[in-house]
C-alpha cells in the first residue's frame, strides 16, 4: 500500500502523523511511504530522517494527497485537504466529527473512507488512541491553568501550590478518566487542594486507591458541580462520552458564580466543551475572558509538545496502520471490531452512532459499511 503523510495545516500543529520509526516499520512491510517536505519539522524530525527510513519525500501536500491510498494524520482535515480526498481513499486520523456538521458532510462528499482515532477501541473498554493525547491534554492543562492564574495573564494572581502561611489554590476537575486523572497528578505535585467529580463511582474508586487523601473525589450532581465551581481558582473540564458531544455540566450561572480571574481549561473543547460559556479558540489566541472569568479553549492543546505528543500518538497507533496497510482496510476492519468502532464515514455514509445522533443524520452501521 501506498501511505502519505502530509503537513499537518491547522493553526499551530506541530504534530506529524508518522515517524521515521514508523515509516521503516511500514517500508519493512513491504509498503511504499511518501511524506511531504517539512511534515515532521515541527516535532524535530528532519526530511533526511524519514528518507533513511525509507520514505519518499515529495514538494507538497498535493501530491501526497493525489498519489497515496491512505493518508495518516493527526488532526481533522481542513477544508482545503478534504477538498482534495476522493472516493476509496482511506483517511486515519484525528475527526471529532460530533460538533462539526461541515466536516461531516465534506466527508461524505468526498466518498473516502475516514477513521477516527477517538472511537477505536480496545477488548478492555478503552479508547487506545485518544488515551496518548488525553495524557498529555490532562497534564498540560494544570500547568496551563497555573500559568494563567498569574495576575499578568488576566488571572486572579494565585500561586497554586501557596507558601506556609497562604493557603494553596483550588483546582477542580470535570471527570477522572484518563485527562481527569493526569490533570489531578500535576495538581497534586504542584501543592493544590484537588478535587475530582464523577458521575461513575467505579472512576472515583480508582482516582481513591490512586492519590488517596491527595485527591477529594465528589459524586457527580448538579447541585455539587454548582458547588465545587463557586471555589475553583482552576476548572479543568475532561469529561468523555466516546465519539459524542461533551455534556454541558457548567451552566452560564455557574460560570458568573466563579471568582473573578479564574481560569477554566475546557479540555474538551473538541468535543463541543462541558461549559456553556466555552468557544474553540487556539494556540496563537488561546484566551477570551466570559462573565470574568479566564477561559482557554484550545483545541489541539497537545500540539503545544508537538515531539512528545507525535511519539506518544506513533506509540499507539503503529499497530493499527500496519494493520490496515497489510490487510487493507475491509479485512482489517473484519478482523477487528476494535479497529471497526473507528469508522466514522464510509462512502458518504456516517457509520458512527454517536456522531449521526449528535449530527442528526442517518446511520449506517460499519459491520454493513465494511461488506461492500
Known amino acids: 500500500m501506498r501511505v502519505g503523510v ?43 530522517e524519514y528518507e533513511a527510513a ?33 472516493p476509496g481513499q482511506v483517511l486515519f486520523t484525528y475527526l471529532h466529527l460530533a460538533p462539526d456538521l461541515q466536516q461531516a458532510r ?29 495524557e498529555v491534554a490532562g497534564r498540560l492543562a494544570t500547568q496551563i491553568g497555573a500559568n494563567y492564574l498569574q495576575k499578568w495573564a488576566g488571572g486572579r494572581g494565585v500561586l497554586l501550590g501557596g507558601v506556609p502561611g497562604v493557603p494553596p489554590g483550588e483546582v477542580v476537575v470535570l471527570g477522572g478518566g484518563v485527562a481527569g486523572a493526569h490533570a ?17 463511582p467505579e472512576a472515583l474508586r480508582r482516582l481513591d486507591f490512586r492519590f488517596g487523601t491527595s485527591v477529594r473525589t465528589i459524586f457527580s450532581t448538579r447541585s455539587a458541580i454548582e458547588a465545587v465551581v463557586r471555589r475553583a481558582d482552576v476548572l479543568i473540564g475532561t469529561v468523555l ?6 455534556p454541558k455540566l457548567v451552566s452560564r450561572e455557574m460560570v458568573r458564580s466563579m471568582k473573578q480571574g479564574a481560569v477554566i481549561v475546557d479540555v474538551c473543547i473538541d468535543q463541543g466543551g462541558c461549559c456553556e460559556t466555552s468557544r474553540p479558540t487556539t494556540h496563537a489566541q488561546p484566551t ?18 508537538p515531539r512528545t505528543s507525535t511519539f506518544a500518538l506513533n506509540n499507539a497507533t503503529l499497530p493499527f496502520v500496519l494493520a490496515l496497510a497489510d ?17 466514522n464515514v464510509h462512502a458518504g455514509k456516517i457509520t458512527c452512532a454517536p456522531v449521526a445522533l449528535a449530527l442528526g443524520l442517518e446511520l449506517t452501521p460499519p459491520e454493513i459499511a465494511t461488506q461492500h
Not at 462520552?241 to 461533551?246: N, Y
Not at 466570559?290 to 492543546?301: A, F, P, R, S
Open 6 to 48: 502530509p503537513k499537518e495545516i491547522k493553526e499551530s500543529e506541530f504534530r506529524v502523523g508518522l515517524t521515521p520509526s514508523s515509516v521503516l516499520e511500514l517500508v519493512t512491510h513491504g509498503h511504499e511511504v511518501i511524506v511531504e517536505t517539512g511534515a515532521g519539522a515541527g516535532s524535530g524530525l528532519a526530511d533526511s
Open 54 to 86: 525509507g520514505a519518499h519525500i515529495v514538494a507538497s501536500a498535493a501530491q501526497v494527497f493525489e498519489t497515496a491510498e491512505m493518508i495518516v494524520k493527526v488532526k481533522e482535515p481542513q477544508p482545503a485537504e478534504r477538498a482534495v480526498l476522493r
Open 106 to 134: 465534506d466527508l461524505m462528499a468526498s466518498g473516502a473512507t475516514c477513521i477516527a482515532y477517538e472511537t477505536v477501541t480496545s477488548p478492555t473498554g478503552g479508547l487506545p488512541l485518544l488515551t496518548p493525547m488525553s
Open 184 to 200: 489531578a497528578t500535576i495538581a497534586i505535585g504542584m501543592g493544590a487542594n484537588v478535587t475530582v467529580v464523577d458521575r461513575n
Open 241 to 246: 462520552v466516546p465519539g459524542a458531544q461533551a
Open 288 to 305: 477570551y475572558i466570559d462573565e470574568g472569568v479566564l477561559h482557554y479553549c484550545v483545541t489541539n492543546m497537545p500540539g503545544a509538545v
Open 327 to 343: 490487510k487493507g482496510w475491509r479485512e482489517a476492519m473484519r478482523a477487528d471490531p476494535h479497529l471497526r468502532a473507528g469508522i
